[in-house]
């Protein structure tokens, strides 16, 4: 039997082990040894070190010698971390985005499960030996009272862990030690209701860590009504219908379109809810988990009885590991988590919902792995032949061509929960507003006004930081970062100037550096903004959201209940206020910069602008107050933002993806960019180029660039792309396929790094 292990390498193989030799450590399951299986991990040598991998096959021979393999040191599971179908959707994955299966098999695991801690949370067990009994049963040890309470204490109820032993009695471990060296007692690691009183297993090895999405006690008779469901309105009933009647067990991919505030959340509970109740579970996919903890309360509100995971960024690897052992062994029916969420071992799998699905944080950009959880996740939907939801009030052009193309049904959500109205949104056109710190009078005015009217205001503008340049005043000097194409941003209350880019931070100047004249500060960021209105409104107390204030999880939840509770009245922040907020007495919004991407030179950017201004005007009105929209431009004939105040989303979307369609740009067209970057500019092109010329193109693709990226230094590295280009999919494929290998052997590569990213959502 040859084991055909995965290792986390950016070799693109697998590697044969025989299995661990006799002797060898190995877990056992109802007292008989565990055979490998693929799916299991092993403790494996390469090279000079122990390794942890995947078993992805059994094979019945290799294509090395037999006696050049090595068997593996350890089987770690007594059951697959990855069952067929998922270990199915990780080389699926691996084959899709051109990545070596290791490296992705590796993102689908915690750290620690990577490094090998058992999948099933083990615990220190003792008992007394045959030897031990006898003493005991002879009065000793008579001159050693702790060994002898000690002793009793292990044989009373025929074994006890190690923690309720410290517990009992703290400096135990100095007469196990002597009880161990005359053999009366013994130790071993078993799983949690192995052993002859399980009953005494400490919790925090069968329940989750703090924060890792533990199951709530029942709530009382006042609990049960205030958390009843809310009456469905005719529109998400017959969402809801409509999945009932495609059928709840089988694959289908649906669109939930509804504007801000129609009340998505109540239909994915609902879906969530039947699921559940035919004894299956749920994967809800959400873009950030730290900033949408409304909906995270939602759900743990309305499932209070039922055990919930969480899987996101923030945990502890200690608590990333616990909640995945919570899911890998079906104990949590509620997986809720981030983009790696997508590869959780969730048992009986029925619904899978991506909340925000438009969002791009879906999508890994950076590091290794590129993928998209959404098509991830529709991928495995489609495999576990389970219905998967995908919503948002402003859906990707690529989900409108689906439904379009009829590989997606649409559920449409056109008006707001509670009969609350849509806000009315207007432009402010800049070249004939006066303007003091970024504000134009018009919105000043309007600020006083609701404010007097005892609403709430949310002024936002997306850029963080006090301003995004200084420059001399005398000579034209602009702070640069020295190891990025790009100015320094300006944060005043820190005193420091920093790079947003690369991260880079160095004190604020008192003057010039060059002439030794005095700085000013030109353009606003988020800290400015405040700092002037607090000058403007004084009486008003203002909040601020953005990732130079909120850190982690309780700074945002502090923030957010500022504003709910109406203590602040003020709310600034960037594209962190857009995301599954829900202020009611938020009348007010003002978009303070809006033609940041208007000009871009990707393709995306106008519709990523046009998301994030319908999302940031979604904020104002959802309560029983009409809400008003103010939009900042000096383009207010720009057809962008004359064709979102005249047709909506809609209107925009189908404008869009026309002229997508006429630029052969996605969805219209298949993308794979090809990225390098190296200390000189030299060697990324070089090696771009030296892969341009091994490319031999079918007829119906083409190969463009190579190009220095829009910002072609980034934290010291010189980056430049190439792009390849087809309207088949299949050919596209067959094209990198081929094309990877030769890429990988040329000399020039082992001088730059570089990575595939297939179907990119930015071309840097």
Not at 382 to 393: E, F, I, N, T
Not at 629 to 652: C, K, M, N, W
Not at 683 to 698: E, K, N, Q, W, Y
């Amino acid at each position: 039997m040859i084991l055909r292990v995965a290792l986390d390498t950016p070799l693109r193989r697998l590697f044969d082990y025989l299995p661990p030799a006799p002797g060898a450590p190995a877990p056992t399951l109802a007292g008989a040894p565990v055979e490998a299986a693929p799916g299991m991990r092993v403790a494996v040598p390469f090279g000079r070190q122990r390794r942890v991998g995947l078993v992805v096959e059994i094979a019945a021979a290799s294509d090395l010698p037999l006696e050049r393999l090595k068997p593996a040191y350890e089987l770690l599971d007594v059951a697959p971390v990855a069952d067929a179908k998922l270990l199915a959707l990780l080389r699926w994955a691996a084959d899709y985005y051109h990545h070596p299966v290791g490296e992705v098999i590796a993102a689908a695991l915690p750290k620690l499960a990577r490094l090998g801690a058992r999948a099933v949370p083990q615990v220190e067990w003792w008992v007394t030996t045959i030897d031990g009994e006898a003493a005991l049963a002879a009065g000793e040890p008579r001159r050693a009272p702790r060994q002898r309470e000690l002793l009793e204490r292990i044989a009373r109820d025929g074994g006890v862990d190690a923690e309720v032993l410290g517990a009992e009695r703290p400096g135990w471990r100095d007469a196990a030690r002597a009880l161990v060296a005359r053999g009366w007692i013994s130790s071993a690691e078993v799983v949690p209701g192995t052993t002859a009183d399980a009953a005494v297993a400490p919790e925090d090895t069968l329940a989750p860590v703090a924060g890792a999405g533990a199951a709530q006690a029942a709530p009382s008779a006042g609990e049960e009504a205030r958390l009843l469901p809310p009456r469905l309105s005719e529109a998400q009933q017959a969402a809801v219908d409509a999945v009932i009647a495609a059928g709840e067990e089988r694959y289908h991919a649906w669109l939930l379109h509804g504007i801000t505030g129609s009340g998505k959340t109540e239909v994915y509970l609902r879906l969530v809810e039947r699921t559940l109740a035919r004894g299956r579970r749920a994967l809800v996919l959400v873009p950030e988990i730290g900033l949408t903890p409304q909906l995270v309360a939602r759900f743990a509100a309305r499932f209070a009885t039922v055990p919930l995971a969480l899987l996101h960024s923030g945990l502890t690897d200690v608590q990333r590991l616990a909640a995945w052992r919570r899911v890998l062994s079906g104990e949590a029916r509620l997986v809720l988590g981030t983009r790696s969420a997508v590869f959780a071992p969730v048992p009986d799998l029925g619904l899978i919902v991506v909340d925000e699905e438009h969002d791009a944080s879906f999508k890994q950009q950076e590091g290794g792995f590129r993928y998209s959880a959404r098509d991830l996740a529709i991928v495995r939907a489609q495999a576990l032949d389970v219905p998967v939801m995908l919503g948002s009030a402003t859906p990707a052009l690529e989900s409108l061509q689906n439904v379009a193309a009829g590989r997606f049904r649409r559920l449409s959500l056109p008006r707001r929960a509670a009969h609350a109205l849509p806000p009315t949104l207007r432009l402010v056109d800049l070249r004939q507003e006066s303007v003091h710190a970024g504000l134009s009078s018009t919105a000043a005015a309007a600020i006083q006004r609701h404010l007097g009217a005892e609403g709430q205001v949310l002024v936002y503008i997306n850029r963080r930081g006090y301003a995004p340049t200084l420059a001399c005043k005398a000579c034209g000097w602009i702070a640069p970062c020295a190891d990025c194409d790009a100015r320094m941003t300006v944060h005043l209350a820190a005193q420091r100037l920093r790079c947003h880019h690369c991260g880079a931070d160095r004190p604020l100047p008192r003057q010039c550096t060059v002439c030794g004249y005095e700085l000013r500060t030109v353009g606003q960021g988020t800290e400015r903004v405040e700092e002037s209105l607090a000058k403007m409104f004084p009486q008003a107390p203002i909040a601020r959201l953005d990732r130079d204030v909120v850190r982690h999880a309780h700074e945002l939840e502090a923030v957010v209940g500022r504003v709910a509770s109406g203590e602040a009245r003020i709310l600034v922040g960037t594209q962190m206020v857009t995301k599954g907020h829900d202020f009611p007495n938020v009348t007010l919004v003002v978009v303070l910069n809006a033609d940041q991407g208007l000009f871009s030179t990707d393709f995306r950017a106008a519709e990523r602008l046009a998301q994030t201004i319908v999302q940031v005007a979604g904020r104002a009105g959802r309560g029983d107050r009409p809400g008003e929209v103010l939009i900042q431009t000096e383009y207010p004939e720009h057809p962008l933002l004359r064709s979102l105040l005249a047709a909506g989303y809609d209107g925009f979307a189908e404008a869009a993806l026309r002229e997508r369609r006429e630029a052969a740009w996605p969805p219209f067209m298949r993308l794979a960019a090809l990225r390098a970057s190296g200390t000189a500019p030299e060697a990324a092109t070089g090696f771009l180029a030296a892969a341009r010329r091994a490319a031999r193109p079918p007829p119906d693709l083409r190969v463009l660039g190579p190009a220095p990226a829009a910002m072609a230094r980034r934290a010291g590295r010189h980056h430049a792309q190439l792009l390849v280009e087809s309207t088949d999919r299949a050919a596209l494929h067959r094209f990198l396929d081929g094309w990877l290998p030769e890429v990988e052997a040329l000399p020039e590569a082992r001088k730059v790094r570089w990575a595939l990213d297939v179907d990119p959502l930015e071309l840097f």
